[in-house]
Every structure is written in C-alpha cells, then in structure tokens.
C-alpha cells in the first residue's frame, strides 16, 4: 500500500517542523509542541459528561477525567493511558481520543494523567497507572461504573502501560481486566526490529536519536530496557493476561513489535486479534482521517464482545 492521501497530506503540513528530532530540544519545548499541535485537531466530540477528579492511590495522588457517554447507567469502565513517550502529553492533549472511544463504544472512560518523566523517572509512571486503575476497579460504583467489566487501553506509551497493567494485574490477581486495547504500543525498548530500522524519521515517526532520548528520559540506566515491565515483549510469559485487540499501522516504526506481542500472545493461548490499518502512521487515531474512524468502530466491537 501507498501512504493514504488524507496521511499525505498530514505530513506535508509536518514538513518543516523539527518533528522528527525532537531530541534537540528540552522536555518542556516539545511539551509546549504537542500541546500546540493538539490544539490544530479542531474542536473535540461533545460527550454528555465530563469531570476531572484527583484520586488518592497507593502511588500518590493522580489526576483523572471521566467520560460518560450517557449518565444515569451503569456502564463498563475503559481505563485510558495517553501516549507521549512518557515525556510528552496529558488530560488534554488526548482529550479528543478519550471522547471518540466513549462515544464509539458507549462506555465510561477514565484518562490517567501519570506522572512524566524525566520528572519522574521509571518506575513512576508504571506504578501510577497500576494504582489508578486498581483504585478505578474498587471505586468503579463512584463513578457509575461496573467494575466486572473493566478494560485498560492506551496509544504508543500509552499501549505500552495498558499492557503492563495487564502483566500486573495477572500476577497480583486483581484488579480483573476483561480486554486490553493497544493502539500502536511501545513494547520493545531494543528497537532492533525492521519497521524501527527501516520506518525511523520518516512518515511522521521520530529519527532513531530521538527515540534513544525519548527512552533515556523515561529510564534510569540501560539494563532497564531489558525489564518486562518495559519492553513486554520480553516478558518470559503471557500466559493467562487479558484478551487483546492490538491496533497497528502500515506505517509506523512500532508496527513490528505490537504484531509480534499479538503473535505471542496466540502462542501462549490467549485470545488477541492484530489488526494493521493500511496506509497509516503513528498516532493516526488522533487525527480525523477515514482509517481512524474504522479503527474506532473494530476497537468498538472488540470491546463490546470482551465486555459484554
């Protein structure tokens, strides 16, 4: 497949920005950057009810929006955590996706705002969002919620820590998570793959500079990549975590690592389904084009069969 014209024509507005080497710049600029091109995204999805909230966790306090759909009903709970590279984003940067996945599937969404590093380093981030969703699962009537239908989901690193909570949840026991939602995770800090080698600095995805500063933001030391609890793809089993609806694009430099977690996850009997979209790019879920509104309405249904 050739890139989509409404992609092509995203990153012809891209080109020219430092995008690709963000590493030249300091946390705080290419916050201000994501922000600023959160704001070009145009006016969100209206949602019947929206509030923040700051709950108190295991992990400290951590800010959180719900999204309900239609108050009034119990409804199943979506725990969300953004992309960013663990550096970059928040409740407002992702606010638009959080609202489509609540319209698109009817459910309550909750959007975890962890803490970033280089701030807060690893395992900050990790711990916050295994606290939240745990406190979201014994708090789920609060918030009009059914805790028995509970599922983690997040974009890139935000893939990445949906997929950890699920690692963890299996071996603490709880909370009980029916599906876990990854859309174009990061779940290989080698970065040793083809589409990392091949995609890297081109079609919109970061150079190979600023994905080493990206990861030396977030970790303490080099050994830490090795981690399962950062790259679960090295995780020595997967046996018995959720079911999976794992969502990747033609595209995009992590392609190769969330079709090979798909794959072992199969291997190890657990239900998951890889879906590519064709002629997409990382992050492409954020933006209006036509293969954004189709992975909505898959991600949807896979929800709705793991929570019903």
Not at 100 to 117: E, F, M, Q, R
Not at 160 to 171: P, S, Y
Not at 269 to 283: C, K, L, P, S
Request: charged content about 20%; glycine content about 8%; some cysteine.
């Amino acid at each position: 497949m050739t890139l989509h014209p409404q992609v092509e024509a995203h990153l012809k507005r891209l080109a020219g920005t430092r995008f690709a080497d963000l590493h030249k710049l300091s946390p705080d600029q290419v916050r201000a950057g994501m922000r600023q091109m959160s704001s070009a995204l145009g006016e969100p999805e209206p949602v019947a009810q929206v509030e923040d909230h700051t709950i108190q966790t295991d992990a400290g306090d951590c800010p959180i929006r719900v999204y309900r759909p239609a108050p009034g009903k119990v409804r199943p709970i979506i725990v969300f955590f953004h992309g960013g590279g663990f550096v970059l984003g928040d409740l407002d940067t992702h606010d638009g996706l959080a609202r489509a996945l609540a319209n698109a599937t009817g459910n309550i969404v909750v959007s975890v705002n962890y803490p970033l590093a280089p701030e807060n380093k690893y395992p900050a981030a990790r711990n916050a969002a295994y606290a939240a969703t745990r406190w979201i699962a014994e708090h789920a009537t609060e918030i009009g919620g059914d805790a028995s239908r509970l599922a983690v989901a997040g974009d890139s690193a935000g893939g990445n820590l949906a997929a950890v909570v699920a690692l963890m949840a299996r071996d603490a026991g709880a909370p009980k998570i029916a599906l876990q939602l990854l859309i174009y995770p990061d779940l290989d800090f080698r970065r040793t793959n083809v589409s990392i080698r091949e995609f890297a600095g081109k079609w919109g995805n970061i150079s190979r500079e600023t994905q080493g500063w990206f990861m030396n933001q977030y970790l303490n030391n080099e050994e830490e990549k090795l981690d399962p609890l950062v790259s679960p793809l090295l995780a020595p089993s997967v046996a018995g975590v959720p079911r999976a609806f794992i969502i990747t694009a033609e595209y995009d430099a992590l392609r190769d690592e969330g079709e090979a977690y798909g794959q072992r996850l199969q291997d190890a009997g657990v239900e998951a389904v890889v879906r590519r979209y064709d002629g997409m790019i990382h992050e492409f879920l954020r933006w209006p084009f036509d293969g954004s509104r189709q992975a909505l309405r898959d991600a949807a249904d896979a929800l709705a069969a793991a929570l019903a």
